[in-house]
Structures are given as structure tokens and as C-alpha cells.
């Protein structure tokens, strides 16, 4: 679903109708006690979540879509 974090937090419920433009703004910052990584559609912030061990302190951010009828038109 949109927003979700994948196998960190997800998101349950579908928050964007299909066929609904939407903004999504992706946040991390390395703070004193993780890396803080928020999630907002729309403005909504829908993920926060702290990385205490610091897995994601580096690498890339990668959209993923893979379930049937989630593919850009």
C-alpha cells in the first residue's frame, strides 16, 4: 500500500484511490539516537519510524510496486 516502509512498518489500508495523483515525501536524518525516517502522503505523515541500529544509514531509496493492477500507466 502507499506510504508503507517496506518490511519495516507497513501500511493496512489502502490510503490513495486508485487513479489519484498524490504527493510522497521520504525523510531520513541520522539522529542522536537512530536514523528517523518518516513517511508523508499528501502531506499526512502515515510512517516514523526509528532505526536504532542504523541499518539504513547509507544506501539507496527504491519505490517498489508488485502487486497485480499497481503498475504505472
Not at 10 to 25: A, E, G, K, S
Not at 46 to 73: C, I, L, P, T, W
Request: glycine share 6%.
Amino acid at each position: 500500500k502507499s506510504g508503507s516502509l517496506y518490511g519495516l512498518q507497513p501500511i493496512l489500508t489502502r490510503l490513495i484511490p486508485p487513479d489519484v495523483w498524490f504527493t510522497q515525501h521520504i525523510v531520513v536524518r541520522d539522529v542522536a539516537d537512530g536514523v528517523h525516517i518518516r513517511i508523508l502522503l499528501n502531506d499526512i505523515e502515515v510512517v516514523n519510524h526509528v532505526d536504532r541500529e542504523r541499518k539504513f544509514a547509507r544506501g539507496h531509496v527504491a519505490f517498489q510496486q508488485h502487486h497485480e493492477g499497481s503498475e504505472v500507466r
